[in-house]
């Protein structure tokens, strides 16, 4: 990594060393908090590296969830709304959100880290939507900055998001709300979206799409009149996103459910925000449980967002109990899945929340492999989800692909380990899991996309007992 610059000894006289030389500034006493931050860029560049897993392993202890990344990406959207700066804490340090930070840079923010998962976005610099096409390009969460930029500029220009290739991921439901708001999409290599003045509307969305509720959201908070956003989206990231903006001065009811009034208002100021426990994060060490034949305890667990997740398991044999925020999970007993009535195969299938996370579908069928019986896994939303289970198979998994949209798990089975390669975030996951389930070493290659997801994933699960070797190699 390049030295760092140093010239301001106030701004680095707090310096952690972290792993791999990269580094963490925290505020010195007295100070304002307020320090010039090293680009999130140079701290942990983008790795294309391996994980060497030694699997077989008996885990057990505590493991706290970050952050919950599907939150702090809009969250970080949303600063650009604010006169003032804003917060955020429980940031999840993973890539996907460093590289939005390197976007709001580009744009002219000021991004200072103020702890290890805490920081100041200070978005007065900004005064231009022409964004980074390159970074843009690297994060499907980068299609965000169109709502917040529309109301601050009345005109934003993206390229095509990036992102995980799980299938067709359509766009249709954010421009149609813009139009229904009062702009104008254009259509190119990438889209224009213009507007000289934002209007509220009564909107029904085509579909619950989380993104693109959120764009109509940081939209609508500036329109004027009162919106009306039915068939919304309502995950706990969203959620969580409408509680940032109420703190920065707008006025949105109905949180949680499906129908939203949004009062335009004319300014939003800044706020410090909590961003909630990944409850995705959470079901994929349900999953590590299972997988691994051992009983671990997931502490401060977004418990009020976990019954669907803790229901899917349950089909599998998979039993939890709650005590205060500490969800205990039971993998060492015999895992069992629960037939439908009159002996039918249970199916596990996704869908809009409050359902099954489609997150977490490349969970539940690592997890099937390891139980007693047959069940059904039916990912709803994505076409190319499941083409990660081919993998599996080569480790020993017994699956049936249906069709892009379903599988059939018969389990158990006895996973061997192999080298394979992560395709997207959550199948990364999932083949993490499963070399760690796996006799023998598996390596998984492509590291990167797991970690744009799972912060410092390998460290966290050493802390249980996993045997991991990170092997670094630079995309450079």
Not at 182 to 202: C, K, R, W
Not at 240 to 269: F, P, S, W, Y
Not at 344 to 356: E, L, R, S, T, Y
Request: aromatic letters at 4%; hydrophobic letters at 40%.
């Amino acid at each position: 990594m390049s030295e760092v610059n140093k010239s301001d000894e106030k701004a680095m006289d707090r310096l952690l060393s972290d792993r791999d030389g990269r580094y963490l500034r925290t505020p010195t006493a007295g100070s304002q908090n307020r320090q010039p931050c090293v680009p999130p860029s140079l701290l942990f560049p983008e790795t294309m590296g391996t994980y060497a897993v030694e699997g077989g392993h008996h885990l057990e202890g505590r493991i706290r969830p970050a952050g919950n990344k599907n939150a702090a990406l809009p969250c970080l959207a949303a600063t650009l709304l604010a006169q003032g700066p804003v917060t955020l804490r429980n940031v999840p340090r993973i890539l996907d959100v460093l590289t939005f930070i390197d976007i709001l840079t580009a744009l002219g923010s000021d991004v200072s880290w103020i702890g290890r998962n805490e920081l100041i976005v200070d978005t007065g610099g900004v005064k231009t939507s022409a964004v980074d096409r390159e970074l843009v390009s690297k994060i499907r969460a980068s299609l965000l900055l169109a709502g917040p930029l529309l109301a601050r500029f009345g005109k934003v220009e993206l390229p095509p998001p990036g992102g995980d290739v799980i299938g067709r991921r359509r766009m249709d439901t954010h421009f149609m709300a813009f139009e229904a708001l009062g702009a104008t999409v254009a259509l190119n290599s990438g889209f224009t979206i213009t507007s000289d003045e934002l209007i509220a509307t009564d909107l029904f969305l085509d579909e619950p799409s989380v993104t693109g509720t959120e764009n109509a959201i940081m939209t609508a908070v500036r329109a004027r009149g009162r919106t009306r956003l039915r068939n919304a989206a309502a995950e706990p990231h969203v959620q969580d996103l409408c509680r940032l903006l109420n703190k920065m001065g707008a006025q949105i009811e109905g949180i949680g459910t499906h129908i939203l009034e949004i009062e335009g208002v004319d300014e939003l100021g800044g706020a410090d925000f909590s961003i909630g426990s990944d409850h995705v994060e959470t079901g994929s060490f349900i999953g590590l449980a299972a997988v691994t034949r051992s009983d671990i305890t997931i502490e401060h667990a977004p418990i009020e967002h976990l019954d669907s997740t803790i229901m899917g398991f349950r089909r599998l044999g998979i039993e939890c109990s709650v005590e205060g925020s500490d969800l205990h999970v039971y993998g060492s007993k015999e895992l069992v899945i629960r037939k439908d009535a009159f002996g039918h195969v249970p199916k596990i299938d996704d869908g809009p929340w409050p359902a099954f996370p489609a997150d977490l579908t490349s969970i539940a069928i690592v997890a099937a492999t390891q139980c007693v019986g047959s069940v059904l896994v039916h990912e709803k939303m994505f076409e190319s989800r499941m083409y990660f289970t081919d993998k599996l198979v080569s480790m020993g998994a017994s699956i049936i692909l249906c069709d892009p949209h379903r599988a059939v798990v018969v389990g158990p089975t006895a996973l061997q380990g192999g080298v394979v390669d992560s395709p997207d975030i959550r199948a990364g996951m999932a083949l993490l899991l499963a070399a760690l389930g796996a006799h023998g070493t598996s390596h998984i290659r492509n590291i990167g996309q797991i970690e744009r997801g799972y912060e410092s994933i390998d460290e966290r699960l050493i802390t249980l007992g996993a045997v991991i070797e990170r092997i670094e190699e630079s995309s450079d």
